[in-house]
């Protein structure tokens, strides 16, 4: 087994890994698309315009913030906090409420030793994450404790191999905790 597919069994059993984290596997992609990871946003300067990429790990809409969200994700190196005004989150609403891995462009906002990225523009990447399960298994192995209770819902589509692994990522990475 690969160190990848060690992770994604790790994430389906635990929802972490202590080997690796899912981000690493695809960091060299994101680099080629010029992605900062979390620990670079310490030495940009403040309103840099920048791209970042994360597992999403919270999403959070207060009835006191006037329609604005806040989210966090992470990738291998750290957290990231993430604002999106609610014109943006309307216009971006499902690539932040279904991304497991969600890029933005925005700029950069340091306030004393509190740093966000201000949302422009959001891309949902899951599709990456299936790069960490190179073998050919059935991914109902990956599934543990309750997704193990109700099979796969059937796909009327001819790839159905591509769609049943992207259910099973949809269990191995469970969608954010959302809090409102």
């Known amino acids: 087994m690969q160190l990848s597919e060690h992770v994604v069994e790790d994430y389906a059993s635990l929802s972490l890994s202590l080997k690796a984290h899912p981000v690493s596997f695809v960091r060299e992609k994101l680099t080629q698309l010029h992605i900062v990871s979390a620990r670079d946003l310490f030495s940009i300067p403040n309103g840099t315009p920048l791209k970042i990429a994360g597992l999403v790990l919270v999403r959070q809409r207060p009835g006191t913030a006037g329609g604005v969200c806040f989210m966090t994700i992470e990738d291998e190196t750290g957290t990231a906090n993430l604002v999106v005004f609610e014109s943006l989150f309307e216009k971006y609403r499902k690539e932040i409420l279904h991304a497991r891995l969600l890029m933005v462009e925005g700029k950069l906002q340091?306030?004393?030793?509190?740093?966000h990225v201000v949302v422009k523009r959001?891309?949902?990447?899951?599709?990456?994450?299936?790069?960490?399960?190179?073998?050919?298994?059935?991914?109902?192995?990956?599934?543990l404790a309750r997704a193990d209770e109700k099979p796969l819902p059937d796909f009327p589509s001819q790839d159905k191999r591509t769609q049943v692994r992207e259910s099973a990522q949809e269990i191995v990475f469970p969608q954010a905790r959302n809090f409102r």
């Open 110 to 115: 340091r306030e004393g030793e509190v740093i």
């Open 122 to 143: 959001c891309y949902d990447l899951s599709k990456l994450l299936r790069l960490l399960n190179s073998s050919q298994k059935d991914p109902n192995v990956l599934t």
